[in-house]
C-alpha cells in the first residue's frame, strides 16, 4: 500500500511553504531521510516578487526557479529550465531511497501535466510515502491526476507530522519488493 497525503489549502496561501518546511525540520529532526523538493521564497529590495528556491531534500541544494524581473514587471516569472534542473535532482534523490518524499505543491503547472508530476509518479511508484499540498481550486485536477487513494490533511503541522510519522512506520513494517 502507497501512502499518500495532500494538505489542502485556499488558493494563493502563502503559509503553505513554511508548514511544509516545518514538518520537513521535524521529520530531519527525528533521523528521517528525506527526497523531494520544498520552497523558499526569498524577498527581494529591486522586484516586486520573492525570489522562488526549490531545496531538494536529499542533498540540500538550493535551486532557483524564478527570472529575476524588475519592479513593475509583468508576465510569467517561473523560470522552466530551473524547474527541470531541480526536477532532476529531486528524481535523482528519489530513486536512492528514503523514507518520505515531499513535494511543496500541486500547482498549476502539476494540474497541466508538467512541473513536477513526474517526480510525483516516481515516489508513488516506488512506494515511498509522498507528502504534498493542493489548493482547493485544484482538487479535481489532483483527483484527475492521482485517484481517490490518498489522505488530505487540514495546514496543520502537527496533524501533517502525525500522518508522515505514521506512513514512514506502516511502510518499514510492509514486506520488500520480490520478498
Known amino acids: 500500500m502507497v501512502h499518500i497525503a495532500a494538505v489542502v489549502h485556499q488558493a494563493r496561501s502563502t503559509s503553505i511553504d513554511l508548514l511544509m518546511r516545518q514538518v520537513v525540520g521535524s521529520l530531519r529532526a527525528s533521523g528521517r531521510s528525506l527526497a523531494g523538493l520544498v520552497q523558499h521564497n526569498v524577498e527581494k529590495v ?3 516578487c520573492a525570489e522562488m528556491l526549490l531545496e531538494d531534500l536529499a542533498s540540500n ?11 513593475g514587471s509583468r ?3 517561473l523560470d522552466a529550465a530551473g524547474l527541470a534542473q531541480a526536477a532532476a535532482i529531486a528524481a535523482a534523490g528519489i530513486e536512492r531511497g528514503a523514507d518520505m518524499v515531499v513535494i511543496s505543491k500541486f ?14 509518479a516516481l ?3 516506488s ?16 483527483r484527475d491526476f492521482i485517484g481517490e487513494a490518498w489522505t488530505a490533511l487540514p495546514p496543520d503541522p502537527s496533524k501533517m507530522l502525525e500522518w ?3 506512513a514512514i512506520e506502516a511502510r518499514a513494517k510492509q514486506p520488500a519488493l520480490g520478498a
Do not use: F, N, Y
Open 107 to 120: 500547482g498549476a503547472q502539476e494540474a497541466s501535466g508538467k512541473g513536477l508530476r513526474d517526480e510525483i
Open 164 to 166: 508522515s510519522q505514521m
Open 46 to 48: 529591486d522586484a516586486d
Open 61 to 71: 541544494q538550493l535551486i532557483s526557479i524564478s527570472m529575476h524581473r524588475p519592479r
Open 75 to 77: 508576465g510569467c516569472r
Open 123 to 125: 515516489a508513488v511508484g
Open 127 to 142: 512506494g515511498i510515502p509522498l507528502l504534498t499540498s493542493v489548493s482547493e481550486r485544484l482538487l479535481p485536477a489532483w
